[in-house]
């Protein structure tokens, strides 16, 4: 059987690994609604974390902006899928996804800023989410790893539907832009951080 030589290549019958990217998780997902209650409890005072496009001062906002919700009815939409693409992204290593979900954050954060209505304030883990999402459904063809495409068509049919939707310009209840440029910037950091040894060239699938 080929391996990778990336010590962070998956492995997904590791016990210590899940544990600890579900704790990862888990802990991420807690602290948004930390933030949340905070937020209510202060007035929202912490909705200004959002991003006001093209304003040089809101690009200090690009990063704190994916952690902010106005309300908990928003976290409480994002922290289902975080949790479980969050927990299988990083199953590949803590340090590939926080650089994977670091890269999600900044490109999406700087395409909202750039292109978003004037006038409009987004803030929210969703361009996270859709993020996470275009890496893990294309993670497992840029790898060559059977686990990992099975993974990506699973999870592509059961949120394939919403994540289209989420995306549709004709759908003016969210940030579709936010939620686009977290989905293609997830697919380019499939491809960004592909395991050491992965190459273009032909290879055999490994598990």
Same mark, same amino acid.
């Given at each position: 059987?080929?391996? &990778?030589?990336?010590?962070?290549?998956?492995?997904?019958?590791?016990?210590?690994?899940?544990?600890?990217?579900?704790? =990862?998780?888990?802990?991420?997902v807690?602290? $948004?609604?930390?933030?949340? /209650?905070?937020?209510?409890?202060?007035?929202?005072?912490?909705?200004?974390?959002?991003?006001?496009?093209?304003?040089?001062?809101?690009?200090?906002? =690009? =990063?704190?902006?994916? !952690? /902010?919700?106005?309300? !908990? +009815?928003?976290?409480?939409?994002?922290?289902?899928p $975080?949790?479980?693409?969050?927990f299988? #992204?990083?199953?590949?290593?803590?340090?590939?996804?926080?650089?994977?979900?670091?890269?999600? /954050? @900044? @490109?999406?954060g700087?395409?909202?800023?750039?292109? &978003?209505?004037?006038?409009?304030?987004?803030?929210?883990?969703?361009? $996270?989410?859709?993020?996470?999402?275009?890496?893990?459904l294309?993670?497992g *063809?840029?790898?060559?790893?059977?686990?990992?495409?099975?993974?990506?068509? @699973?999870?592509?049919?059961?949120?394939?539907?919403?994540?289209? =939707?989420?995306?549709?310009?004709?759908?003016? &209840?969210?940030?579709?832009? +936010?939620?686009?440029?977290?989905?293609?910037?997830?697919v380019? #950091?499939? !491809?960004? *951080?592909?395991?050491?040894?992965?190459s273009?060239?032909?290879?055999?699938?490994?598990?």
């Amino acid at each position: 059987m080929a391996v &990778s030589s990336d010590q962070s290549a998956p492995a997904w019958h590791t016990g210590g690994r899940a544990r600890t990217a579900a704790k =990862v998780m888990l802990a991420w997902v807690a602290f $948004l609604w930390l933030l949340e /209650i905070v937020d209510a409890s202060t007035g929202h005072a912490l909705d200004t974390f959002g991003i006001e496009p093209r304003r040089a001062a809101e690009l200090l906002d =690009v =990063v704190p902006a994916s !952690f /902010i919700h106005f309300g !908990f +009815g928003h976290v409480a939409a994002n922290s289902l899928p $975080l949790l479980v693409f969050g927990f299988l #992204a990083a199953l590949s290593g803590i340090r590939r996804f926080a650089a994977v979900a670091a890269m999600i /954050i @900044v @490109v999406d954060g700087l395409g909202v800023w750039l292109v &978003s209505p004037s006038g409009s304030n987004t803030a929210g883990a969703s361009g $996270l989410v859709f993020g996470l999402f275009g890496y893990l459904l294309v993670r497992g *063809f840029v790898d060559r790893s059977l686990l990992d495409i099975g993974a990506g068509l @699973v999870i592509g049919a059961i949120w394939g539907s919403s994540i289209l =939707v989420g995306i549709s310009p004709a759908n003016t &209840s969210v940030s579709w832009q +936010g939620h686009l440029f977290g989905l293609a910037a997830g697919v380019a #950091a499939a !491809f960004v *951080f592909r395991r050491r040894g992965t190459s273009a060239s032909a290879r055999p699938l490994i598990p």
